[in-house]
């Protein structure tokens, strides 16, 4: 991957994101891509080496990276493991995971993350659940006992006024969520790594073209929505999931007057503005970049 630094930020600050890229390899499936789609995954891994990205797009990368170094320096105790990357063969590649601290006693592993208010103000919390099951699901299989998992989240656009007036804002900037871990968790999570590392290995030789095209969830679609519309009025009277929805409400509110109803096509955020590897993917150019 190549660093430009169109914005002509200061040298530390391009030496620091140049410095801590390293090319992926073929065999070694990350955590992190277990919550990616599969096609996502292998175009990153191929043209990683064409890949350009620019200093100025990568602050909040420094400012999580510099998060966890600060919690790092920090000395463990005794009943303490961080930083510590344990790995998994299943069947020709190697799962690979590296949590930020396990507390023997507790028998808790922590991971750190740095957010948007949104992320609580939605209470989407799925993807750290499934990152931090599968820390989980390593620590046992290299024989540690653990009974759940925490996130400690740092949220970047805190406001101290929102958290005054607004009932659903985070009271802090700083919130920890958990999760339980037990055996039933624990087989849930051994079949959705077993069938996901297989469903990654399947397509290793596949085309860019023939890759899986990524889930609505992986690719964050909003959905699509039916809107029941009145004559050439812009606004909705009516904003439903699906068309039978649609139809049957507009017969169900005749005296409101809808007249047609009009598909509105969800939008696919990370392939717009969150996927590093778009430019290769068909599924983008044809789809979301026209």
Same mark, same amino acid.
């Given at each position: 991957m ?5 914005? $002509? ?6 030496n620091?994101?140049n410095?801590?890229?390293?090319a ?7 955590? %992190? ?15 990683? $080496? ?7 797009e ?23 493991i961080?930083?510590?990357r ?16 396990y507390?023997?006693?507790r028998?808790?592993?922590?991971d750190?993350? =740095?957010?948007?208010?949104w992320k ?16 989980c ?12 998992? &925490? ?21 802090? #900037? =700083?919130? %920890?969520i958990?999760?339980p871990?037990?055996?039933?968790k624990?087989?849930? %999570? ?10 990654? &290995? ?9 890759? #899986?095209?990524? %889930?609505e ?15 050439? $009025? ?10 039978? &929805? ?23 955020r ?11 993917c ?9």
């Amino acid at each position: 991957m190549k660093i430009t630094n169109k914005k $002509n930020l200061p040298a530390p600050m391009f030496n620091f994101v140049n410095n801590d890229k390293q090319a992926p390899k073929d065999n070694v499936i990350r955590v %992190t891509d277990l919550n990616k789609g599969i096609r996502e995954t292998w175009l990153y891994k191929r043209h990683y $080496n064409e890949l350009e990205q620019d200093v100025s797009e990568m602050i909040w990368l420094m400012f999580g990276t510099a998060f966890h170094d600060v919690v790092d320096q920090a000395e463990e105790k005794d009943h303490q493991i961080k930083e510590t990357r344990l790995e998994e063969r299943i069947g020709n590649l190697i799962l690979s995971g590296k949590f930020d601290l396990y507390d023997s006693k507790r028998k808790i592993v922590t991971d750190y993350k =740095t957010c948007s208010v949104w992320k609580f103000k939605f209470g989407d919390f799925g993807d750290w659940e499934r990152q931090t099951s599968i820390y989980c699901w390593l620590l046992r299989k290299a024989g540690f006992e653990v009974v759940g998992a &925490e996130i400690v989240a740092l949220m970047k656009d805190h406001s101290k006024s929102k958290a005054r007036m607004e009932a659903d804002y985070p009271d802090l #900037p =700083t919130q %920890t969520i958990h999760f339980p871990y037990d055996d039933k968790k624990h087989e849930e %999570t051994e079949q959705f790594i077993i069938s996901k590392m297989a469903a990654i &290995e399947a397509a290793m030789d596949l085309s860019d073209e023939e890759l #899986p095209l990524c %889930t609505e969830e992986e690719r964050w679609h909003s959905g699509d929505k039916y809107a029941v519309m009145k004559n050439k $009025n812009k606004r909705a009277l009516r904003l439903l999931d699906s068309e039978e &929805e649609a139809e049957k409400w507009m017969e169900e509110n005749s005296h409101k007057g809808g007249t047609h109803i009009e598909h509105r096509k969800g939008i696919s955020r990370k392939c717009q503005d969150y996927c590093s590897v778009c430019e290769f993917c068909d599924y983008y150019k044809n789809e979301v970049e026209e």
